[in-house]
């Protein structure tokens, strides 16, 4: 509430309205455009395009972590790629992409995988490395298979790594999804967050930049705070 007074303070009495349009000028916007029916058509979008992405790092992540964790010469082998793929710009990343694919969907997939492949693969090494070797020699001691010994000691350790990589990396995907998408896109939020500048209308930019918002927000309580709580 502070932050709305604020708002409409500096909207009222400091800009003028095509600067710093009013809070009730963003909110009706954001209806005029749920009324549209163009949210849920650039949010599904982005989401589709995000989603690709994670699985994309998911499936290249997951054994390069997994050799990180379990062998010397994999971690020797593989860290310095990993760590310096992690520290790219992620600008970078968003207008190669756009030179090599163009505008399509795979360029911002593609970013999303770049950015969240490391995170993957640092949290499952880690992951793996935190085993407990008691509970790992006991196994071999008893003859459990390879099988078993992944599915109740090394993936319940792994878990919580991935999660939390995974959950600290989440807003950061959507970010760089919507970068990407600012710089070629059709269709998506990026796409519409740079046709809001392109057309110099701060409401539409502010009504979309709220829409982001509460979707991220609505993804962290009701479906990854659920999903923790289920998993855990």
Known sequence: LGFVAIWAYYATFVFEPFVLPQPWAVVQRMWGL???????????????????????????GLPIGLLMGRYRYAKAFFHDLVYLAANVPLIVYAVLML?????SSIGPAFVVMLLVLPAVALNVAAGVESADRGLLAMSRSFRRSSRQVATNVIV???????????????????KLEALTETFGGLIGVGFQLEKSFQTFSVVDLLAWMFFFVIFVIVIERLVLVRLERRIF
Do not use: Q, Y
Request: charged share 10%; proline share 4%; net charge neutral.
């Open 99 to 103: 030179i090599v694919f163009g505008i």
């Open 34 to 60: 749920l009324t549209e029916g163009v949210v849920f058509a650039n949010f599904w979008a982005s989401l589709w395009k995000t989603m690709l992405g994670w699985f994309m790092a998911l499936v290249v």
């Open 156 to 174: 319940p350790s792994v878990i919580p790594f991935l999660f939390a990589g995974g959950r600290v990396s989440f807003a950061d995907s959507w």
